[in-house]
């Protein structure tokens, strides 16, 4: 199993920049990917971006691209989110997920849906005022 801890939320104003982490622990080595998703009120959950464990591929959504960052740390087992730019629709709990065998592939990426995801974490508060 691996387990999943999201830090680094809160309350920011728009245009400011929030960094979230995700620290994993356990069977690390089933991680082939990590995944930033985040979910408003009355909405779904939604893929905000992704990156390979290696780090060969990152992914990020169209609402969040040119504005968010995704990387990784293998050393110490971590994935971030670097969200710049913030605008108040970033409002959401922004969850940390790992998959061990990605389900979809096309055009030189991997593409992550909730559903694809093996573990993830309790998720993290963003707010964000305008």
């Known amino acids: 199993q691996v387990q999943l801890v999201e830090s680094g939320g809160g309350l920011v104003q728009a245009g400011d920049s929030l960094r979230l982490s995700c620290a994993a622990s356990g069977r690390t080595s089933n991680i082939y990917a990590m995944g930033w998703f985040r979910q408003a009120p009355g909405k779904d959950r939604e893929f905000v971006a992704g990156v390979t464990w290696s780090g060969g591929d990152t992914n990020y959504a169209d609402s969040v691209k040119g504005r968010f960052t995704i990387s990784r740390d293998n050393a110490v087992n971590t994935g971030y989110l670097q969200m710049n730019r913030l605008k108040f629709d970033d409002t959401a709990v922004y969850y940390c997920?790992?998959?061990?065998?990605?389900?979809?592939?096309?055009?030189?990426?991997?593409?992550?849906?909730?559903?694809?995801?093996?573990?993830w974490g309790k998720g993290i508060l963003v707010t964000v005022s305008s």
């Open positions: 997920a790992a998959v061990q065998y990605p389900k979809a592939y096309w055009d030189g990426h991997y593409y992550y849906r909730p559903d694809d995801m093996d573990y």
